[in-house]
């Protein structure tokens, strides 16, 4: 059944898809309405953005209670209970579905409507709207289009006939709600039910948030409102101490202090939330503060002072003998690895792989050594047959002088001494006779060669042996 026609509200366009049932309900200030509703853009494509069946929560409203999409009661107040009906809403009525759409949608996955916990003043808030968390609702506060609703009627209900919860009531009367709330939580919390009482606390919370969102941040109006919140979160965060969330009363009582330096009680939660998670410096300096802003708390503080000290000296003793066994416990395991493999350990620790190039490397430097000495031995011998060859060709022995080319491990000629040219030239006669008899001739015997094998025996370097002009032989 299709039924076109225009509502009394300029810009609304009606199609009914399925009727409804019954006579039209009545609708009063606060009557609660619950119902299904798809929300589509205005193209071929018809393409939804907000779907209720999909999330499987039914939206629920109280007229008069002053939604922020005000248009809605107008559409539910025209329905019938169990009727289906498309609405055509011109874009004067749409403006503001992105910020509702988002409140909706914190709704169907659990989440608060308004972060309740947060202290955020109207400007902050006016900025956050520049993005909503969502790209197509972005796109559609950017550039407002007239939108597709979709309604079923579910229920209708008279403010007699159910428990007005905080959500759907005015201002007025969630002020009065909230010490009413307020004295239910402090009575669970005394009662050891802290899961309860939070929930009472926060319920308040919610109440004093939605009302100060309408007040001039930091205005005598939003500051009394301000004083009330922060005295539930702190009440709150007491219920998290006993329920041993300290790290969500650390983030509660950071962003009370924040905004209020001058908050004591919040000093006070915080330093025993960072005294539980062993934050030593954070506690001492939280309740030092704390003492600073309120020194009629000396006892208090000095009481939590020595139960920090004590817990702390029991925490230290307990991480060393932890760390203790833990060491003991690693040198039995690598006891037992010695035991079942002795071989693998003496292998480890000193290999022939290892050894063997370090032996080689010694013998190798004192074979060098050895072969240096040779060399500079037989260079000397080169030397005096060759002065030997002269000296047989002009009969004498000329002067030289001093060649700078000579090399450390040379001995020139100008540097022997007199037994060493006794030497050559006894060198020259028995070269002479050996031409005539080499059988019977017996190998020549050098003075120089035996004090060079006095000096080897007595561990003499070649650089000791080195004459004061000539540059001295690095050691290898």
């Known amino acids: 059944m299709e039924d076109n026609m225009i509502l009394g509200a300029e810009g609304i366009k009606k199609t009914i898809l399925h009727g409804g049932t019954g006579v039209k309900p009545k609708f009063v200030t606060g009557t609660k309405v619950t119902f299904h509703f798809r929300t ?199 219920c998290l101490l006993r329920m041993e969330e300290y790290y969500e009363v650390i983030e509660h009582t950071t962003d009370i202090i924040n905004q209020h330096p001058g908050a004591m009680k919040a000093f006070y939660l915080r330093g025993k939330a960072h005294m539980e998670v062993w934050n030593e410096t954070e506690a001492r300096d939280d309740f030092m503060r704390a003492l600073d802003l309120d020194p009629g708390m000396k006892k208090t503080i000095k009481k939590e002072l020595a139960v920090l000290k004590m817990r702390m000296e029991l925490k230290n003793e307990e991480d060393r003998l932890k760390y203790k066994g833990m060491f003991a416990k690693m040198a039995r395991e690598q006891e037992s690895l010695e035991l079942e493999n002795p071989d693998q350990e003496i292998s480890e620790q000193t290999s022939p792989e290892q050894e063997i190039p370090q032996e080689e490397s010694s013998e190798d430097a004192l074979l060098g050594e050895e072969q240096q000495i040779t060399s500079a031995q037989e260079e000397v011998v080169s030397q005096e047959e060759t002065s030997t060859v002269l000296s047989s060709s002009d009969h004498e022995i000329p002067e030289q002088s001093a060649t700078p080319d000579v090399t450390p491990e040379q001995t020139t000629i100008e540097e022997a001494t007199p037994e060493q040219l006794d030497a050559v030239q006894t060198l020259l006669e028995q070269s002479t006779s050996k031409e005539t008899s080499p059988e019977n001739t017996p190998e020549p015997t050098y003075p120089e060669q035996e004090d060079q094998d006095l000096l080897s025996s007595e561990e003499t370097s070649p650089a000791q042996t080195t004459p004061e002009n000539s540059t001295p032989v690095e050691e290898s």
């Not at 989440?111 to 909503?132: E, Q, R």
């Not at 919370?205 to 004083?227: D, G, Y």
Request: hydrophobic share 40%; glycine share 6%.
């Open 40 to 238: 589509q853009l205005c193209n071929d494509e018809r393409t939804v953005i907000d779907d209720s069946k999909k999330t499987g929560m039914p939206m629920e409203m109280v007229i008069g209670n002053l939604f922020k999409l005000d248009v809605w009661e107008t559409l539910l107040m025209s329905m019938h209970i169990g009727e289906v009906a498309e609405f055509w809403c011109d874009i004067i009525h749409t403006g503001l579905y992105p910020i509702v759409a988002k409140s909706l949608r914190r709704i169907a996955v659990g989440k608060d409507p308004v972060d309740w916990h947060i202290h955020t003043c109207g400007m902050a808030n006016m900025f956050a709207y520049h993005s909503l968390g969502y790209d197509d609702l972005d796109e559609l506060q950017k550039e407002p289009q007239p939108l597709y609703f979709v309604m079923e009627l579910l229920k209708v209900q008279q403010p007699s006939e159910y428990d007005r919860e905080s959500w759907a009531l005015n201002d007025e009367e969630r002020l009065k709600a909230v010490p009413v709330l307020h004295g239910q939580g402090n009575k669970l919390f005394k009662q050891g039910r802290y899961e309860d009482a939070t929930l009472k606390y926060k319920e308040a919370i919610m109440c004093i948030k939605n009302v100060q969102t309408k007040e001039k941040a930091w205005e005598a109006p939003w500051l009394r409102l301000e004083k009330m919140a922060n005295t539930l979160t702190l009440n709150y965060c007491q």
